[in-house]
């Protein structure tokens, strides 16, 4: 729910209201028209809708969503919720928003998108990652301070990306922490696995 507020989650307005009039059945019970009168649906737009979607996913497109959900539990409802953000295949990853410029086959902004099967590079605020990496495809990843360079399939010869974020030693120890978990369930040694993170200089990227 942190993530669908935060916007670290694709929805269009449509899904957004749908979400808040979940939370809406279970925080208000069923729909009456005081919740409109009284401004309860402006306190839910402000608690669940990321604050992009505020100008589109109004009081009244709540309201709608609202009155399908009579006499739903709280039970039903925060199940639905729950199966509705885990239908995305990306449910669970650590969703970081990254600008880059080192290529022009990618957009400038966009969502690095980190779990336990690898790293997957998307559009903002989409849901189907544009290149996703298995962890044994990352031969090298180096963070510095405002950036983090990820070298993927060749040393020499592979793609690489550099992403500008204040995020990179975080991501880089994501990364690791993942890398190390796989390689202690299958056995697998150091060297086979991810170089890094290795700290640099600003300068070296």
Request: glycine share 4%.
């Amino acid at each position: 729910m942190d993530d669908v507020v935060n916007d670290r989650f694709p929805l269009a307005p449509e899904e957004a209201a749908f979400l808040a009039a979940l939370r809406a059945q279970a925080e208000l019970n069923d729909f009456s028209d005081a919740h409109i009168k009284e401004g309860l649906y402006t306190r839910i737009i402000d608690e669940y809708v990321p604050k992009h979607l505020h100008p589109t996913v109004t009081a009244d497109k709540i309201a709608a969503e609202h009155k399908k959900l009579k006499s739903r539990s709280v039970k039903e409802v925060n199940t639905a919720y729950l199966k509705y953000v885990q239908s995305w295949k990306l449910y669970g990853a650590t969703i970081f928003e990254v600008l880059q410029s080192y290529t022009t086959t990618l957009p400038k902004t966009l969502w690095l998108a980190v779990n336990e099967v690898g790293i997957h590079i998307l559009r903002r605020r989409e849901r189907e990652p544009l290149i996703s990496y298995p962890y044994h495809k990352i031969v090298n990843y180096s963070p510095s301070l405002r950036n983090l360079m990820i070298v993927t399939e060749s040393l020499t010869r592979g793609p690489k990306y550099v992403f500008n974020t204040s995020q990179a030693s975080q991501i880089a120890h994501l990364i690791k922490d993942y890398t190390q978990l796989i390689m202690a369930r299958q056995g697998i040694k150091g060297e086979s696995m991810p170089q890094g993170p290795t700290l640099s200089s600003p300068d070296d990227q």
